[in-house]
């Protein structure tokens, strides 16, 4: 077990009033454990309680051999396994809820103890996420690296006049080659007008054509961690107006990440970004929150955006990637990643973001 992790969720707990998680989701248990589990179907559950008495519920089809710190209780596929996770808990105690837990589990559970507290529990693992340690930073430098080797890559491939798809299936080789265990999201290599879909996790057989935008947003999964960056580059040639909307991106990220310091409104840092692209034209072309968290998932709760006051804390980790997309002529984002510190930020980011032609 993840000791310090462990007791932080143990004393949120307690804040919140509950006294035991059933926590369910396999990324929140590896955050505890450092087990992978994917059941499928079946149960699995961490009891995690406020008397320190945690247990890990799973099915025998996932042996589990090594002493993990706290009891393993493993049951068949014809066992009734809510009820059995409720020979570990304080049946007359308050529950906290994996809001992942399928209902068909959670509707029995409220079948067997009908009077009890029942709330959502993930909130508080994922506040705990929300904030790294040390060790995850390190995992997430490293991760972060391995993206800025593979971005350099594709952009000596963008040369070699090569389909979208073809790009595609030689940054998954450089993945392997760099000992990643893949992809943290489907990989965007967007060539002109596809780089106006914000999303275009379909590559085609679109070929480069001189002045085109090219929108390369890709990420590895290394050590269970993930990494994630953006950058747009230009082929043969820039038009005037692919300039200034890349201009315009460029200093909307800029302006953003100068504010970014313990105690800043995250709903700051996008207006930073958007007020600057909405004074020179592109506002309406900005069509997405200005970034969202990142650890052991691409997307983890919390993001940056209008709609989160939350302020920054240390140990948050995430993205700043504004963007234009001017449907049927030009897209350009352009997305670091950050860490929250003491005095201000640790950009994880190194890779160049002036604009660049290839030829």
């Not at 506040?127 to 890559?153: H, P």
């Not at 997307?299 to 920054?312: I, L, M, P």
């Amino acid at each position: 077990m993840k000791d310090s992790r462990v007791q932080n969720i143990t004393n949120k707990m307690k804040e919140e009033g509950y006294d035991q998680l059933l926590i369910s989701d396999p990324t929140a248990i590896f955050y505890l454990t450092g087990l992978w589990i994917h059941p499928g179907e079946r149960l699995l559950v961490l009891v995690i309680r406020a008397d320190g008495k945690n247990t890990l519920v799973v099915n025998k089809l996932f042996p589990i051999t090594e002493d993990i710190g706290i009891e393993k209780v493993f049951i068949d596929d014809i066992d009734d396994g809510v009820k059995k996770v409720l020979d570990y808990c304080d049946a007359n105690g308050s529950f906290g809820i994996d809001k992942n837990w399928p209902s068909h589990f959670l509707l029995h559970l409220m079948e067997l103890v009908p009077n009890v507290k029942l709330g959502n529990g993930s909130e508080i693992i994922d506040d705990a996420r929300a904030i790294k340690d040390d060790e995850e930073k390190d995992l997430m430098r490293k991760a972060q690296a391995d993206d800025e080797l593979a971005t350099d890559f594709v952009k000596h491939e963008l040369s070699k006049d090569l389909t979208e798809i073809e790009v595609t299936e030689r940054l998954g080789q450089k993945y392997k080659e760099l000992g990643d265990s893949g992809y943290s999201f489907d990989p965007i290599i967007a060539y002109g007008a596809n780089g106006a879909d914000p999303h275009h996790q379909e590559p085609d057989d679109s070929r480069l054509k001189p002045g085109d935008s090219i929108v390369v947003d890709i990420g590895c999964v290394r050590d269970s961690y993930c990494s994630d960056m953006t950058r747009t580059f230009f082929y043969k040639e820039v038009s005037d107006k692919s300039r200034d909307v890349y201009e315009t991106v460029l200093e909307g990220k800029r302006r953003a990440m100068a504010l970014i310091k313990p105690g800043v409104e995250l709903a700051t840092l996008d207006a930073a970004a958007r007020d600057y692209i909405t004074e020179k034209g592109y506002g309406e072309y900005f069509t997405h929150r200005l970034g969202h968290f990142i650890g052991i998932e691409d997307h983890e709760t919390g993001d940056v955006s209008t709609a989160n006051h939350n302020v920054c804390e240390v140990g948050n980790v995430f993205s700043i990637e504004p963007g234009v997309y001017i449907p049927g002529e030009v897209g350009v984002r352009i997305e670091d990643l950050v860490i929250v510190t003491e005095d201000g930020y640790e950009n994880l980011n190194k890779y160049p973001d002036d604009l660049e032609i290839i030829q």
